[in-house]
């Protein structure tokens, strides 16, 4: 079996049919090329007006361009092929032939793809990976000549020549690719034409080697890997393969020639041996290469000292190309954009730059003060000093008198300060003791159940850029402590009628240690509104994952377990714990799930304990799109009010649908009058979880929700009631 040779967009034919005609294949390999770019300059215009500068992922700036009237010439067109996922910008083209010698094609401006000529040529075309206008060079994915053994005569694949002609704005970079060979026996070699002169060049570089163990990773000096410059001005250039007999091809079947990026490529002795290489490179688009390109059809030298066409920005320069005929154009010192726009080179900030960066320090030196200007900065001494700060030899001018008035008055006004800041410590110091007592400090320290965190431990954490979650009661934020990832809940009042109450709030939720329900791990006393410190629940809310875009699969299968977990969270609040804990908040924003999407019981911060001998309590206010109308109108939360809530959320999870406030009493009620119906009920719930065989289960969900939403409420069944139903039903569906 021969494999396609295929790339991730394009195929061309089985490898066996191109060994029957003789024509030679090529191979491409995915090139690892980062581009780095300034956030500021991305906001910046890279193309002319109305024009696309984008082809997919692949920045296009001019003087390059996808349509007609928005590049510079035909050399500069870039092909933007709009079929593939992502879109592909392609750019000069590559003839991949035998040693019959067939011709080259320069397809410059015409449109791109896979040409057949009777049978006999294949053009493959140089994908654009990027273009850095300011370097003045563009990266491309460039083609391999390889050769496999399958015994010592029989080659399975083999492309000992590969030709590439350049579209007219490019030359290949001499100084930034180099040819390489790599394998026990090989001869690379690369010829071609420099194009101002049209004279031919030839380079080689040989790879023998007997014993390929003694190859060494990283250098490419002949043994198993070998290297060779080229000479500059290439627009034209064919990479080729001398093979000998392999005798070792069970173990080194294969080799290759490449004309690559110096900075890409490191030789590894495992490239020698099996198809390591091979495979690698079979799935893949080509080796990164680099090309210069420069506007060729004249030079920097105008009548008048004009600037040439191409450089249309007002703060531009023209520099001759360093290889070949024509010119580029720079942006001047100072500032940084494209060149070929008008107004597309713009000021930097250089004393913002040496400050944000320190590599940048010795670019922009500056030993004072640093203010910027158009087109540069200025950098004077410090008050009191002469000199040149750019230079760093700012000088102290005040005579000694005005040195000892001046260092006395600053002696002064440092111990007014120093006096300041320790009755400012002192103050602060009485606050947080004064907030630790507050929050019930004294009687927390004693239980070991918690941990007291101090606020210098959280204050890393409780930045803006770790929030994750954020609403009317405060913020989330999300960080390591302790060598754990936990959220932490600030919240941003708090009731001062129950500020007693808080530490033995507190003591309760840190004994509440159940599967289904989020650990609190501790607290932090020392500022005006605790902050409690809780485990990390991956997936985020039921709300989130019901109602995100795009829509994560729920089986019913998954929603069982969901609503199985967090019955069995409220059933264990409600009856299995010392003290009975209402929730008087259930949603599901306050349901997290797990990565097994197991749900646990979220936010005890407007929840209330009632005694034993209570039975409500008038404390707790929830989000009003989930509470019991019967607590509302009473203003007495039971645990049936939980059961009421909790089949909102039911519903809500079969569903799928969002019942918020505004839209809670229109979906209850659409569904019990559609419960009393045949099927009715069912025909609300997610189309996804509809099935025949789920029939049985479904109604009986839609049972539960219609008792959990009873009116009455002495009618309401016991939240370990619900649980006990829906355990069962996910252990039905399951069997």
């Known amino acids: 079996m021969f494999p396609s040779l295929c790339t991730r967009r394009r195929c061309l034919m089985p490898i066996a049919s191109l060994l029957s005609l003789a024509a030679a294949t090529t191979l491409l390999i995915m090139p690892v090329v980062a581009v780095a770019a300034e956030e500021d300059e991305a906001a910046w215009p890279i193309a002319l007006p109305g024009c696309p500068d984008k082809c997919g992922n692949i920045s296009i700036p001019y003087p390059f361009g996808t349509k007609e009237g928005c590049y510079f010439g035909a050399g500069f067109y870039i092909h933007c092929n709009l079929s593939y996922t992502p879109p592909s910008a392609t750019v000069g083209g590559v003839i991949m032939k035998n040693g019959s010698g067939y011709y080259l094609e320069n397809q410059g401006g015409d449109l791109p793809g896979i040409r057949t000529d009777d049978g006999r040529r294949f053009t493959w075309i140089l994908d654009l990976v990027d273009i850095d206008v300011a370097e003045g060079v563009a990266r491309v994915n460039g083609p391999v000549s390889y050769d496999c053994n399958v015994n010592e005569t029989y080659h399975s694949i083999s492309v000992f020549v590969v030709s590439v002609k350049l579209s007219p704005a490019f030359l290949l970079s001499t100084t930034r690719n180099a040819l390489v060979g790599v394998g026990q026996s090989v001869e690379a070699r690369l010829s071609g034409q420099i194009g101002s002169t049209a004279a031919n060049y030839s380079a080689t570089c040989k790879s023998l080697i007997d014993a390929p163990s003694v190859a060494q990773n990283g250098t490419c000096l002949g043994l198993g890997c070998c290297s060779a410059e080229m000479p500059p001005g290439t627009d034209m250039f064919t990479v080729s393969m001398e093979h000998q007999n392999n005798t070792g091809w069970k173990t080194t079947p294969c080799r290759y020639a490449m004309v690559v990026d110096k900075s890409w490529y490191s030789f590894s002795a495992g490239d020698l041996y099996g198809h390591e290489l091979f495979d690698r490179t079979t799935a893949s688009d080509g080796v990164p290469l680099v090309l210069d390109f420069a506007i060729r059809n004249e030079s920097c030298l105008l009548a008048g000292g004009r600037l040439p066409a191409a450089c249309r920005s007002?703060?531009?320069?023209?520099?001759?190309?360093?290889?070949?005929?024509?010119?580029?154009?720079?942006?001047?010192?100072?500032?940084?954009?494209?060149?070929?726009?008008?107004?597309?080179?713009?000021?930097?900030?250089?004393?913002?730059?040496?400050?944000?960066?320190?590599?940048?320090?010795?670019?922009?030196?500056?030993?004072?003060?640093?203010?910027?200007?158009?087109?540069?900065?200025?950098?004077?001494?410090?008050?009191?000093?002469?000199?040149?700060?750019?230079?760093?030899?700012?000088?102290?001018?005040?005579?000694?008198?005005?040195?000892?008035?001046?260092?006395?008055?600053?002696?002064?006004?440092?111990?007014?300060?120093?006096?300041?800041?320790?009755?400012?410590?002192?103050?602060?110091?009485?606050?947080?003791?004064?907030?630790?007592?507050?929050?019930?400090?004294?009687?927390?320290?004693?239980?070991?159940?918690?941990?007291?965190?101090?606020?210098?431990?959280?204050?890393?954490?409780?930045?803006?850029?770790?929030?994750?979650?954020?609403?009317?009661?405060?913020?989330?934020?999300?960080?390591?402590?302790?060598?754990?990832?936990?959220?932490?809940?600030?919240?941003?009042?708090?009731?001062?009628?129950?500020?007693?109450?808080?530490?033995?709030?507190?003591?309760?939720?840190?004994?509440?240690?159940?599967?289904?329900?989020?650990?609190?791990?501790?607290?932090?006393?020392?500022?005006?509104?605790?902050?409690?410190?809780?485990?990390?629940?991956?997936?985020?809310?039921?709300?989130?994952?019901?109602?995100?875009?795009?829509?994560?699969?729920?089986?019913?299968?998954?929603?069982?377990?969901?609503?199985?977990?967090?019955?069995?969270?409220?059933?264990?609040?409600?009856?299995?714990?010392?003290?009975?804990?209402?929730?008087?908040?259930?949603?599901?924003?306050?349901?997290?799930?797990?990565?097994?999407?197991?749900?646990?019981?979220?936010?005890?911060?407007?929840?209330?304990?009632?005694?034993?001998?209570?039975?409500?309590?008038?404390?707790?206010?929830?989000?009003?799109?989930?509470?019991?109308?019967?607590?509302?109108?009473?203003?007495?939360?039971?645990?049936?009010?939980?059961?009421?809530?909790?089949?909102?959320?039911?519903?809500?999870?079969?569903?799928?649908?969002?019942?918020?406030?505004?839209?809670?009493?229109?979906?209850?009620?659409?569904?019990?009058?559609?419960?009393?119906?045949?099927?009715?009920?069912?025909?609300?719930?997610?189309?996804?979880?509809?099935?025949?065989?789920?029939?049985?289960?479904?109604?009986?969900?839609?049972?539960?929700?219609?008792?959990?939403?009873?009116?009455?409420?002495?009618?309401?069944?016991?939240?370990?009631?619900?649980?006990?139903?829906?355990?069962?039903?996910?252990?039905?569906?399951?069997?």
């Open 314 to 735: 007002g703060n531009s320069v023209c520099v001759n190309a360093t290889h070949g005929i024509g010119y580029l154009c720079k942006c001047k010192d100072g500032y940084e954009g494209n060149p070929y726009l008008p107004d597309g080179c713009r000021d930097i900030d250089e004393c913002v730059l040496r400050d944000a960066r320190l590599d940048l320090r010795d670019t922009y030196p500056c030993s004072g003060i640093c203010k910027n200007t158009i087109g540069g900065y200025d950098c004077q001494c410090e008050l009191g000093m002469r000199g040149d700060a750019k230079n760093g030899t700012c000088k102290i001018v005040f005579p000694l008198t005005a040195m000892v008035v001046t260092f006395g008055i600053i002696g002064v006004a440092s111990a007014l300060s120093i006096l300041v800041l320790f009755k400012l410590l002192l103050e602060e110091k009485r606050k947080t003791r004064e907030f630790f007592n507050k929050n019930g400090g004294p009687t927390l320290e004693k239980v070991n159940t918690i941990k007291i965190f101090k606020k210098e431990e959280l204050k890393p954490i409780i930045q803006s850029q770790n929030v994750i979650g954020k609403g009317g009661f405060g913020q989330v934020y999300k960080g390591l402590l302790d060598n754990q990832v936990v959220a932490i809940k600030k919240s941003i009042n708090v009731d001062k009628s129950q500020e007693k109450q808080f530490a033995n709030e507190i003591v309760i939720q840190s004994r509440v240690i159940h599967k289904n329900i989020v650990k609190l791990i501790g607290c932090c006393l020392e500022v005006d509104v605790p902050m409690l410190v809780y485990e990390f629940v991956p997936k985020g809310s039921l709300d989130d994952i019901l109602h995100s875009s795009p829509k994560v699969s729920l089986r019913l299968d998954i929603r069982l377990n969901i609503a199985a977990g967090a019955a069995e969270g409220l059933a264990y609040m409600h009856s299995k714990t010392s003290t009975t804990i209402l929730h008087g908040d259930i949603k599901p924003g306050n349901i997290l799930l797990d990565e097994n999407f197991d749900p646990k019981i979220s936010d005890f911060g407007i929840s209330r304990l009632i005694a034993i001998d209570k039975s409500h309590t008038k404390y707790v206010i929830g989000d009003m799109g989930y509470v019991d109308p019967i607590y509302i109108q009473s203003g007495l939360l039971t645990k049936q009010s939980d059961v009421y809530s909790f089949g909102i959320v039911l519903l809500e999870l079969l569903a799928r649908k969002k019942a918020a406030l505004g839209e809670n009493s229109s979906l209850i009620k659409t569904f019990l009058d559609a419960y009393t119906q045949e099927n009715g009920a069912i025909d609300l719930f997610d189309a996804e979880i509809i099935a025949d065989k789920d029939m049985e289960i479904l109604h009986k969900l839609s049972m539960i929700i219609s008792e959990c939403l009873k009116l009455e409420v002495d009618k309401r069944p016991e939240m370990t009631d619900v649980e006990a139903q829906l355990q069962n039903l996910k252990k039905a569906y399951k069997a």
